[in-house]
């Protein structure tokens, strides 16, 4: 198991024991034809990461128990993400945005309800391949996290009570379901 899945499968194992409802939230695998779709719309090599991810997970149901991620996110379905990404680059309005704002290479892969909050993958190439930043309507913070396995092994370390919050936020379960306040 390489290191990511690794990451992924501890997080997943946390989520099932700490907030079940949300573990049953997660959709089934991607398809890997859509996977390959998706990369051939991006224009760009996935990173293995995110492949990965949909691999063993198609996002979560936009349900309650579904926005399990810190700001009300949740793991974005691949149709989602495609979707979001396309909305983002189309509302890019000059080059002066260009990786300030939004890049057509980054990759949503989580999203708020409105996904104007969102966690992207950047697939530029590149020093920043396969990095997370962060986005909100103002504009992104690209280079949050190297990478999606540090992503989730911050989300591990917070569900074990760790000290450090994210994104000024801190888990918290209730009714079988996990929040971040």
């Known amino acids: 198991m390489d290191s990511f899945s690794a990451e992924l499968s501890l997080f997943t194992e946390h989520l099932g024991v700490l907030a079940p409802r949300s573990m049953a939230a997660l959709r089934p695998p991607a398809a890997r034809p859509a996977l ?18 949909y691999q063993a997970h198609d996002g979560a149901e936009a349900t309650e128990a579904g926005w399990f991620l810190p700001s009300e996110r949740r793991l974005l379905p691949l149709e989602d993400a495609m979707q979001v990404g396309r909305r983002l680059t189309g509302m890019i309005d000059g080059e002066d945005v260009l990786g300030t704002w939004w890049h057509p290479q980054w990759f949503p892969f989580a999203a708020n309800h409105d996904a104007w909050g969102v966690e992207f993958l950047d697939l530029r190439e590149g020093d920043a391949f396969g990095s997370v930043g962060s986005f909100f309507g103002e504009g992104a913070s690209p280079g949050v996290w190297p990478s999606l396995g540090a992503y989730f092994k911050e989300l591990t370390h917070a569900l074990e009570g760790g000290d450090a919050p994210i994104q000024r936020r801190t888990p918290l379960v209730k009714d079988d379901v996990l929040s971040w306040e």
């Open 36 to 53: 390959e779709h998706a990369g051939g719309e991006y224009g760009v090599r996935l990173a293995p990461e995110l492949v990965s991810l």
